[in-house]
């Protein structure tokens, strides 16, 4: 491949529902553009998409993978990504590198709500819709179509449509050239339009040629003065409509026919890299200023990192965007977010290029300290680009190696997948003994099971995580305990009379107090009490929950000259604790999150039932800039731990939240009970 320059490279990021069709459109393209000699296809495993072996298993993208295909002398990144919401931190790091979007619609079920997710996602890029599977003995085309232009009315163009021998698409008729074209095995021939389809395609024609008259003036003269627009206005015009998001042309086909139009419109209509549209601000170390710069081939060489693949083979492997100049094997970077220089290699079967130009995609290993996110710059000109903001795991469940071997190999293996994935989380619980991962959703945790398998051959159970209660009282006891022991030789003595009252604090075990009366109990041995205490409130009387919120008072008690120690003190200290307890009104407190949800409006009323029956508190909505709705609530934590889920499903994909610790409140009665029976 040769080095192509900014404005000959675009970066188009393929979205759409799970299964709608997107691997093996790219097969296509890929083959079309001469990457393969064959088009693997999804069940035999073996397109140039999906090759992971998670992927061949599931029959589904996983993991976003980068496709360079070279077309009508451009070069267009192709970035696969998969349709599942699990693996939205993969979509996200594609579109931070994408200029353009082609959305794929499948022929047989239309808008989905991965339609709508695409869309939303791509609203600051241009776009292009594919409807696939025109080859389903069930497709609508026209339904599709027609659903489209109710969604998102007037910007939707269907310069491609179909021509159709019953169920069979046999060619097309291209609306915007007004040319009929037949397919031909893989090759395509001109033919007249057919008779039949000219009410359908008028419309489409009168629709492009006002698009085209309100992109300039001297277009919209023509346009008065009744002058047909030549085909390179025509194109330049849709080019423009789509850079500035008034235009989404839409094209279909199958996933092995239709193929050449799409690469054809992508050179045609998308933006270039080093096009002026997509400028972007960069912070500037040096003057703590932004600046605003293009994917620039004149300025000093930068490079962004937005995915990490810690392949067991050939080490970390870094999928990067040059963002100015020129990167190539042999120079350094220096990593701004690391403080270190890292040297730019060629890696085994990796770089097939010496160079690569601003705007362009790459693939880099060996760099040592880099991570996904990180900025690669010169010290002359240091600058940092705005991260990925990826979604936030809160999605969790107990990771159990099975066996002593995958107990010892888990950590290491866990720490590689974190690399790669910046949507996971893994948090070792001391108090519960669990090692919990967390994700935004059970495919993804499961896929991470799966990974743990087939890469590390490590094998693991998952649990529900264990919420982690307390126990405190509601009501005051005063109790005494005498601890004495005679056992030949040295005896024990130890004697307290405690105040156990609640101190309101849930954020300390306890609060402890003296008000002994003429040294009942020597000072010596109030730190043995207070041990004791932190002893026993390591474990509540109800169902073994560590204690908050008690406030213990020393008020008297004994000791003898001999028998008395701290340990004596102690221990009398934590029965006197475990027999007055029961009787103090122990209760149970279960921990409480904030929320906060951000939603369209139209959404409002289900996510505020949903809470109703969490038994959360809603404590307020407001209208955001952009129109969207913030509603945060309280809720006890053990009803919002599938929260990523109902979400997704009350949203249709496109709520999002964010979670936080609030602190501890009462149980109430029915949920006291639950917890003690399921610790017995
Ligand atoms: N007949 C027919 N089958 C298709 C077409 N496009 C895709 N398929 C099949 O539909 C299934 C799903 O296709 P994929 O390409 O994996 O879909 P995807 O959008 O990449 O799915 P995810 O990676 O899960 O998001 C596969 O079995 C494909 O062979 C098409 O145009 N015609
Ligand atoms: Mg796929």
């Not at 808008?111 to 819709?129: E, L, N, P, R, Y």
Request: net charge negative; charged share 25%.
């Amino acid at each position: 491949m040769r080095t192509y320059h900014s404005n000959e490279i675009g970066n188009v990021v393929v979205l759409g529902h799970s299964g709608s069709g997107k691997t093996s459109v790219i097969e296509a393209m890929a083959y079309r553009a001469g990457i393969s000699n064959r088009i693997g296809n999804i069940k035999d495993g073996n397109t140039i998409s999906d090759y992971s072996p998670e992927e061949i298993q599931k029959q589904s993208s996983v993991g976003l993978s980068v496709i360079p295909l070279e077309w009508n002398h451009c070069k267009i990144n192709i970035l696969d990504t998969p349709g599942s919401f699990d693996f939205v931190g993969e979509v996200e790091a594609a579109l931070k590198v994408a200029e353009s979007a082609l959305i794929v619609v499948p022929a047989t079920r239309g808008i989905s709500v991965g339609t709508k997710q695409a869309m939303h996602q791509a609203q600051d890029k241009g776009k292009m819709i594919y409807i696939s599977g025109l080859d389903y003995p069930n497709a609508e085309y026209k339904e599709k179509l027609e659903e489209l232009k109710m969604t998102y009315g007037k910007a939707i163009a269907p310069i491609q449509v179909p021509i159709m021998e019953g169920n069979k698409m046999v060619g097309y008729v291209n609306v915007a050239k007004m040319e009929g074209r037949y397919f031909e095995g893989e090759q395509t021939h001109a033919c007249p339009i057919p008779d039949n389809m000219w009410d359908e395609i008028m419309p489409i024609k009168d629709m492009i040629d006002e698009a085209v008259a309100n992109t300039n003036d001297e277009l919209l003269e023509k346009y008065i003065n009744e002058e047909p627009f030549t085909k390179e206005e025509i194109s330049w015009a849709l080019r423009q409509g789509v850079m500035n998001h008034s235009l989404i042309p839409v094209l279909c086909g199958t996933n092995q026919i239709g193929i050449q139009i799409v690469l054809n419109s992508m050179v045609a209509f998308f933006s270039a890299a080093g096009d002026m549209v997509n400028s972007m601000v960069v912070k500037n170390i040096d003057t703590d200023e932004d600046d605003l710069i293009g994917f620039d081939e004149s300025l000093a060489p930068s490079l962004f990192v937005f995915k990490t693949i810690a392949d067991p083979f050939v080490g970390r492997i870094s999928l990067l965007k040059v963002c100015t100049g020129h990167i190539y094997t042999g120079m350094s970077l220096y990593n701004v977010q690391k403080k270190e220089v890292e040297k730019i290699m060629k890696g085994k079967d990796l770089i097939e290029v010496d160079e690569l130009c601003a705007g362009d995609i790459g693939a880099l290993s060996k760099l040592t300290y880099t991570q996904t996110n990180d900025t690669l710059c010169t010290l002359d000109y240091r600058i940092v680009y705005e991260p990925i903001h990826f979604s936030h795991p809160y999605f969790g469940k107990s990771v159990i190696p099975v066996g002593k071997s995958n107990e010892e190999k888990i950590t290491n293996a866990i720490s590689k997948l974190l690399e790669e994935d910046q949507t996971l989380k893994f948090v070792n619980n001391p108090e519960t003994k669990q090692q919990c991962l967390y994700g935004l959703g059970d495919i993804h945790i499961d896929t991470v099971v799966t990974k743990l398998k087939t890469r590390f051959k490590i094998d693991v159970k998952l649990d529900n995580i264990i919420i982690p209660y307390r126990e405190t009282i509601r009501g005051s006891v005063t109790h005494r305990y005498k601890y004495k022991k005679q056992s030949g030789g040295h005896g024990q003595y130890g004697d307290v009379e405690i105040t156990f009252e609640p101190s309101h604090d849930y954020e300390k075990p306890y609060i402890f107090e003296e008000k002994v009366f003429g040294g009942a109990v020597p000072k010596a041995y109030f730190p043995a009490v207070e041990k004791g205490l932190i002893e026993a409130t390591k474990t509540g009387v109800l169902a073994n929950y560590p204690v908050l919120g008690l406030k213990a008072t020393l008020i008297d008690g004994s000791y003898h000259s001999v028998d008395s120690s701290e340990i004596a003190f102690k221990t009398a200290t934590i029965m006197c604790f475990k027999e007055a307890l029961p009787k103090a009104k122990p209760t149970l407190l279960e921990p409480f999150v904030t929320l906060h949800v951000y939603i369209a409006e139209q959404y409002t009323g289900d996510i505020m039932s949903h809470f109703n029956k969490k038994r959360a508190r809603v404590m307020g909505s407001d209208i955001l800039e952009d129109g969207m709705i913030k509603i945060t609530a309280e809720a006890p934590q053990a009803e919002v731990m599938n929260y990523a889920v109902d979400l997704r499903s009350m949203t249709q994909g496109q709520g999002f939240f964010d979670m936080e610790f609030l602190g501890y409140e009462f149980a109430p009665d029915l949920v006291q009970k639950q917890v003690i029976e399921a610790r017995k």
